[in-house]
């Protein structure tokens, strides 16, 4: 295609509403967010009409799929709705190297990522536009929050996003840890006594991690992701450690605080400059932004003498010290929950308090006193286990293997420790993530023709340095794998996998 823009930036992110801007002289209210901040509006304009003639146009031949990818001679353009008519575009400039092979749907995977994590704190987008038309509250949050969000994956003063390297990754899962029958009974009586500190007729829900991988869980599938996502990234004993790196497959490299610490200068012309409305709701915007919650900044939760943890990121009651409770909403139930969060060691506990049940600090303090009270050595006990048997960060590295499991019913992965893919060649990495791409292709291609179907693939392709690079996909389970050392026949490949496949996956990926 000869799509290309002048743009002198790498990354641009933008968030626009189809449904604002219109007419003309509005045009500037569609704008509901764009990265690089310091771009002028006139360039802003420029992307942004850009993605919405592509997604109009797209709209023609394939009305009910939305565009999701548009190759260009110098940029990349990945899609995603995240509510109705509500666009997200990620655009990534293309270099000369093969550096910039990315898998698209890996980079899809952190728009949705970002969009529920937002969800999960400030609500939905549309729901933020209606309750004011003028747009300023949405954007008065969504740009501290993407901004902050982004800062992880900073490396020096460089956005580096997923590429080809992180093919042995997947965004919107959670990695669980394995326990035995004694241990699962301990942890589930734990759970049990967690579900009961409410005051009245609620119950409190729970998340467990030790490290960063997730143990238990009284949440649905998609509310644990995204709990999940925001323990590994900001709560467990690593993310709270200043400038220290975990081996996490959720962060990314040493994050930049200073696109971050730019937004208070000028996200305010960005906003204001995109509305056409009174001093007064300039007055009210800004007072907004000076009151938002940022709950993706760093060094923000820290744990206390009592081993929970605290935070002042949702500000505190009015005429007191008293720091005002972090709220989420769960998409599954619809309902905004108090956190809690208690840690011992390498433990890290993440309750739900329905927020009806607590009307003030003595609330809260009450569920603190019940907890220490029944439930403090069910966790010194749980977490003596999980030590005992806790094989660092290798704990599930299987020899002679570079391999990942996704369960997307569950969303569920396991793979290689990061510091074991680094061991592969790049040629490796390259052919497996252009295999996944074309994995990703006949997976939506499936959905599409029939969605209540599960279409089964599986592709073994030799590599340029002769390894394998295999994928299977059935019974909507994944199994993606590279065998640098299996450079006999293919016979010799397929074997391997059915070895690794019946004994560290229950046969899920047998021909049998």
Sequence with gaps: MGLSLNLNEAVQICIFDLRRGQHEGQELDKILFFFPMEFPFSAQLSVIGLCEGIITFTRIFSPDAACEVIEAERHSYVFYEAEADIWMVLIMEKSKDNESDWRFDALRGILKEVHYLFMMFHGSLRALLEKQPSGELARSRLYPFVIDYLTDFYVGK?????????????????????????????????????????????????????HDLLVSTTLSPEDTTNIYTYAVLRLIPHALSSGTNTWSYLLKGTSATSAAAGFTATTGSVSDGSQQSSSDASSAGQDQRNSVPRPLQREKWFKGKDGFLTTDIWGAEVGSLVSVLPTVWLRETEENMNLCIYQHKNLTIVILIPACSLINEQGLSLAKQQLVENAYHKIINVEEKLSRGWGGENAYHVSGYRYLIVDGDRHISRASPPGKVTTLAKDSLLTLNRVREEIDFEKMRAQRTNPEHEKDFEVCIRAKNNAWVISKVTRGKELHMVLEKANETLLYATETVEKFSNRYCEGAFSSN
């Design 158 to 210: 460089k956005l580096q996003l997923p590429s080809f390297r992180d093919s042995l990754r997947e965004r919107g899962t959670v990695q669980m840890l394995s326990v035995s029958r004694e241990v699962a009974i301990e942890v589930q009586s734990l759970v049990t006594v967690l579900g009961s500190l409410c005051v009245g007729n609620t119950t409190c829900k729970s998340v467990i991690l030790f």
